[in-house]
């Protein structure tokens, strides 16, 4: 079993839609959860950084932890066709340590 | 506006040749991570190193890769020799004091 796991998708919505992805994880020592949206053929671009449990929100975009289900997600408001990208989670024990990647869910927000 | 800068941005090579991807991270950041991402593994983490000297090599194939830091403003990942299963995209990506990263463009590899 992987340390993240991460439903690949794709997941398709109408523009407009409320978007949720989600990752779940084992190891209890995660303290830092980030977002990162890669669009094709261009690196990962960090998104949303959380620390701990809670919500975090920037714009259209809502991050929440739960760390007693280990389970994080992301929300994304009033989609857009510009929204479409691979979206992937990551986590990390904290500076020092490394961050785990999810495989990635592709979302694709038809105009 | 400080990015992290990777080249080349494609190489096409056969196999059995040396292959040298160069990526200058963010001016003052003294982290760098080397990853590799396929689509039947995703990023995979293959080194990293802070201050220029190296941390953590585990996920890479010691036997023909190789990571170096010549400098702050340059991190090297040597391929010899090289494999088709090599192929695949190749991530630099650094920080500073912070488990944020951010990442380059990265280099497609194709080896035939």
């Known amino acids: 079993q992987k340390e993240v796991e991460q439903d690949p998708g794709p997941l398709s919505v109408p523009e407009g839609a409320i978007v949720s992805l989600n990752c779940t994880y084992s190891n209890s020592a995660f303290q830092y959860f980030m977002w990162y949206r890669q669009y094709s053929r261009k690196g990962p671009e960090l998104l949303m950084y959380t620390y701990s449990s809670g919500n975090k929100e920037d714009g259209r975009f809502t991050a929440q932890v739960d760390k007693s289900s280990k389970y994080i997600s992301l929300f994304i408001r009033d989609s857009q066709p510009s929204d479409s990208a691979t979206y992937l989670c990551?986590?990390?024990?904290?500076?020092?340590?490394?961050?785990?990647f999810g495989a990635g869910t592709i979302l694709r927000v038809k105009s | 506006d400080a990015r992290v800068t990777q080249t080349p941005r494609h190489k096409v090579t056969e196999m059995g040749q040396e292959v040298t991807m160069r990526c200058q991270p963010i001016l003052g950041h003294n982290t760098v991570f080397w990853y590799r991402q396929t689509m039947m593994q995703g990023l995979e983490l293959l080194a990293y190193f802070r201050n220029r000297a190296p941390l953590d090599d585990s996920g890479m194939p010691k036997d023909r890769f190789s990571a170096e830091m010549p400098d702050a403003t340059l991190a090297t990942l040597k391929i010899q020799p090289s494999e088709p299963r090599d192929s695949a995209v190749y991530f630099c990506a650094s920080g500073f004091r912070s488990v944020e990263q951010f990442f380059g463009p990265g280099t497609r590899l194709t080896v035939l």
């Open positions: 990551a986590m990390s024990a904290g500076y020092g340590n490394k961050l785990v």
